[in-house]
């Protein structure tokens, strides 16, 4: 079959062309390619399904159901992708599961072991053991090589940090000081200029000066040079 606007031909030995000027319309229970198919109108079948096209919406694939998903495999797994009630799902299983990767359609949130995330990023894993959450950089041959684990806020950046040389450090913003929070309680600060404050009591030991309580003359002070006020505290095995 074959016009100037509308044709099924043979264009050569190997591939088939299906055109028209408005659109084509197969209505059928199933159709089925022994081969490769291009919509772009080229001739270059570089894969099963290849489009090509200037329009940046390439394919819609739309379910009237609340769930819809797409099916990707081997010989072994399945991978899915799937659209389920304004979250995004990418894994082995179909629709929104705690196994899967989620993306709140929303929100953007990013959840691993959860569908609703209660943050930007939340990570779960529900079982009866300890979990672990791996930040890995793998290199050994440097002693220099690190990792850091960074958490900003606003021009604020705390760090946690691994160094190859067995050093692991924590670091805060120059300036600000460190807490140590029990239900919300700061049990212990560690202060910018590095005093400590363990329970409301001062432990501080800075220039080898070692003050425990404040620096009234009644508290009990330690110091490794001259001074007017010297304590000193010996402890012994019998």
């Known amino acids: 079959f074959y016009d100037a606007s509308q044709r099924i031909a043979a264009s050569s030995a190997t591939v088939m062309t299906i055109a028209a000027t408005d659109e084509i319309d197969l209505a059928a229970t199933a159709l089925d390619f022994n081969g490769n198919v291009d919509v772009s109108g080229t001739t270059t079948l570089n894969a099963k399904l290849t489009v090509t096209s200037a329009s940046e919406e ?39 599961t705690a196994t899967n990767l989620n993306v709140s359609l929303t929100s953007g949130a990013v959840g691993i072991g959860t569908i609703s995330p209660s943050g930007t990023f939340d990570a779960q894993n529900n079982q009866n053991n300890t979990s672990h959450f791996y930040f890995r950089n793998t290199d050994t041959t440097d002693t220099s090589s690190r990792s850091y684990l960074n958490i900003i806020s606003g021009d604020r950046t705390f760090q946690l940090g691994a160094i190859n040389a067995d050093h692991a450090y924590i670091n805060a913003p120059s300036g600000a000081n460190l807490y140590f929070q029990d239900g919300g309680t700061t049990n212990m600060t560690i202060e910018a200029d590095g005093t400590v404050n363990v329970g409301g009591d001062w432990l501080d030991v800075a220039d080898g000066v070692t003050t425990i309580g404040g620096t009234d003359t009644s508290q009990l002070r330690f110091l490794n040079g001259a001074g007017a006020l010297r304590a000193f505290l010996t402890l012994a095995t019998a």
């Open 58 to 96: 390439l394919a819609d694939f739309y379910s009237t159901d609340t769930d819809a998903y797409i099916r990707l495999r081997d010989s072994n797994d399945s991978l899915y992708i799937s659209s389920d009630n304004g979250v995004a799902s990418f894994g082995g299983s179909t629709g929104a």
